[in-house]
């Protein structure tokens, strides 16, 4: 392996045997005068590759373990989620978690508002999150707050994503967000985040939201139950109108005959657990 270029003393820019460009991490792999040939690829601790050069500076400037840790976070992400992540992961979650780590030193706690919404939308996320921040307290020393976990599940769910996606994403939590307000003002109740009636419902509007925004919608079959269900259920029929109403004056998605019947579906099960 031919190390090419310095990024720090244990950090450097490298070219592989097919001339392929990568970053490694490895103790005092920075150390020698550029260019030279390293014959003992044990002193390798970490190679990425695909790195954007603007996060060469990452890597030189953030602690080692917390790199590495990260690294692992990726690694292990990747095999649960079963896809590839974006390589740039390690380094942007590492300089948020060493950011993250001054503010907890100068005694500055930020809540995240979005925690119930990651946690019942991407519930792999989420565990891998929690599971990284016991990795971080073992690998790099490094305790954080429950809130962080959220933190590194929007990092996992954006680095999931294609190009342009954190923007679908962040549409997605914020028109969760929005529906919940209008689930409890149509209803007069408070929603309780942590039931399994309310998982459910947060996962069909994670994938209401993701049909509406792409314009597909599902076929109507049953559109004939609306009318009856409307006459059964006067409230939970208001409340869905309302939603359907809300996409359409926010975001211009119209909601079919079909997709209201789902709604009220998931609404009555809400209402239904509440009442219980």
Same mark, same amino acid.
């Given at each position: 392996m031919k190390i090419i270029r310095q990024i720090n003393n244990n950090a450097a820019l490298a070219l592989d045997g097919n001339g392929k460009e990568l970053v490694v991490l490895?103790?005092?792999?920075?150390?020698?005068?550029?260019?030279?040939?390293?014959?003992?690829?044990?002193?390798?601790?970490?190679?990425?590759?695909d790195v954007n050069p603007k996060y060469f500076g990452m890597a030189a400037d953030l602690p080692r373990p917390l790199v590495l840790a990260c690294a692992e976070i990726t690694e292990r992400a990747e095999i649960e989620l079963d896809c590839a992540l974006n390589p740039n992961l390690p380094f942007?979650?590492?300089?948020?978690? *060493?950011?993250? =780590? $001054?503010?907890?030193?100068?005694?500055?706690?930020?809540? !995240?508002?979005? @925690?119930?919404?990651?946690?019942?939308?991407?519930?792999?996320?989420?565990?891998?999150?929690?599971?990284?921040?016991?990795?971080?307290?073992?690998?790099a020393g490094l305790k954080l707050p429950d809130s962080e976990v959220v933190n590194i599940a929007?990092?996992?769910? *954006?680095?999931? =994503? $294609?190009?342009?996606?954190?923007?679908?994403?962040?549409? !997605?939590?914020? @028109?969760?967000?929005?529906?919940?307000?209008?689930?409890?003002?149509q209803l007069d109740i408070t929603l309780n985040k942590e039931s399994f009636s309310y998982s459910r419902f947060s996962m069909h509007l994670r994938y209401l939201v993701q049909r509406l925004a792409?314009?597909?919608?599902?076929?109507?079959?049953?559109?004939?139950?609306?009318?009856?269900?409307?006459?059964?259920?006067?409230?939970?029929?208001q409340c869905a109108r309302a939603i359907a109403d809300?996409?359409?004056?926010?975001?211009?998605?119209?909601?079919?005959?079909?997709?209201?019947?789902?709604?009220?579906?998931h609404i009555s099960r809400l209402q239904e657990k509440h009442e219980a």
């Open positions: 490895g103790r005092g792999v920075g150390f020698p005068k550029m260019p030279y040939e390293l014959t003992d690829l044990s002193r390798i601790e970490r190679t990425f590759y942007t979650l590492a300089d948020h978690l *060493n950011f993250a =780590a $001054e503010r907890l030193r100068k005694g500055i706690e930020i809540s !995240t508002p979005l @925690a119930y919404d990651v946690r019942h939308l991407y519930p792999k996320e989420t565990e891998l999150a929690k599971q990284a921040r016991e990795l971080l307290a073992r690998e929007l990092h996992l769910i *954006n680095a999931e =994503a $294609e190009a342009g996606d954190m923007h679908s994403m962040m549409l !997605t939590l914020k @028109a969760l967000s929005d529906v919940d307000g209008i689930v409890e003002k792409s314009g597909r919608q599902v076929e109507e079959r049953i559109s004939g139950m609306l009318a009856q269900m409307r006459r059964d259920y006067p409230q939970v029929y809300y996409f359409q004056a926010t975001w211009n998605w119209q909601c079919n005959d079909e997709e209201i019947v789902y709604l009220m579906l």
